[in-house]
């Protein structure tokens, strides 16, 4: 009987959940052992992978030289909607079906978006340390109201947050490469160039996949460009940041702050300079991880692999639809 492998630690607490789905399908479900980290490094990866033939699949990295030393493996499942930790084109070499979870957490996604600026606006941080060390500083807050939100990426996270902002009251302008005009003209958004964005926005949000033209879009040069006390928000992947060149921006105070979710180097390092300034509001990769789209990711994740082992071919989930004329199972 075939083996999954449920590679996240925190997908594992549930399993019972889902694990029927795996189950119907013929398939044998294993669980990494208990730790205190939640992803696998490179090296556990790839011993963990040893009989493997599919993967519930976090943001560990699938790198050539894991999927070289395990060419039994067949399905990467990824919970959520990113796959930039799968080397793709050595997974369709290798005749790897790589999955998605479309339509899974955009809602979360988009909640943490706001938490990010409301953290901001709010001083929630600041207040809280003050108050837990005794002090009562109420500090001037800002509305949300009335600013004008800007999104880099019109996909379903970005809608997601595109409707949210309008009950905060606040103008909603986009840049997609591919916008769905109907729902902008439904819902009250302007479609901008990219320059445009940069300069109108009072919070600018990154909802961009990352690719090669997108890596470090955001960079010395178009933090230039952002409006002066802007404050960038970050959801999506940290590499659509320089983070070298993010630092001195918040530093001089060109930008009024940053809210961020997503770094370069994940976890990151203990001494990035972002952990300790004062106009950063930061969270560990946690947006698209509450308890409802975790689960559906899961779910969603777990069918893709029985979809594929029974034959069928789940469109809407393979982001590498090339490889199909070469997979087998």
């Known amino acids: 009987m075939p083996t999954v492998l449920i590679s996240p630690r925190e ?24 730790a205190e980290v939640n992803m696998p490094t490179e090296d556990e990866l790839l011993v963990a992978l040893h009989g493997v033939e599919a993967v519930v699949a976090g943001s560990e990295p699938y790198s050539p030289r894991v999927l070289a030393a395990n060419p039994q493996l067949r399905v990467i499942a990824r919970v ?11 997974a369709t070499a290798g005749g790897v079906a790589v999955t998605i979870a479309p339509g899974t957490n955009q809602g979360s996604v988009a909640e ?24 009562w500083n109420r500090l001037m807050s800002t509305p949300l109201r009335g600013l004008t939100l800007g999104l880099a990426g019109l996909g379903r996270i970005g809608k997601a947050v595109a409707t949210r902002a309008a009950a905060f009251e606040m103008r909603v302008i986009a840049y997609d490469p591919f916008p769905d005009t109907a729902f902008c003209i439904a819902h009250g958004i302007e479609l901008v160039s990219f320059d445009h964005l940069l300069a109108e926005s009072d919070f600018l949000s990154l909802h961009l996949p990352l690719t090669a033209e997108t890596r ?9 460009q952002m409006k002066p006390g802007a404050v960038l928000v970050n959801t999506s ?31 990151t390092p203990a001494d990035n300079p972002l952990r300790t300034l004062p106009n950063v509001v930061l969270t560990p990769h ?17 069918e893709a692999i029985a979809s594929l082992r029974r034959g069928e071919w789940p469109t809407e989930k393979v982001v590498n639809p090339d490889v199909r004329s070469a997979f087998r199972w």
């Open 11 to 34: 997908v594992a607490k549930f399993a019972d959940k889902f694990r029927n789905v795996l189950e119907g399908a013929g398939l044998n479900v294993a669980v990494l052992p208990p």
């Open 286 to 302: 946690a947006a698209g991880v509450d308890v409802r789209s975790l689960e559906d990711m899961a779910r969603s994740a777990a």
């Open 237 to 267: 992947r940290g590499g659509l940041v320089c983070e070298a060149d993010l630092v001195p921006a918040l530093r001089d105070g060109h930008l009024g702050g940053a809210g961020l979710d997503v770094f370069e180097v994940e976890p």
């Open 80 to 90: 959520g909607v990113g796959y930039d930790a799968v080397d793709l084109p050595a």
């Open 216 to 224: 470090h879009v955001i960079n010395r040069t178009t933090l230039a």
């Open 112 to 135: 943490h978006a706001f938490a990010l600026m409301l953290g901001f606006t709010r001083h929630v941080p600041a207040r809280h340390a003050a108050l837990a060390s005794g002090g």
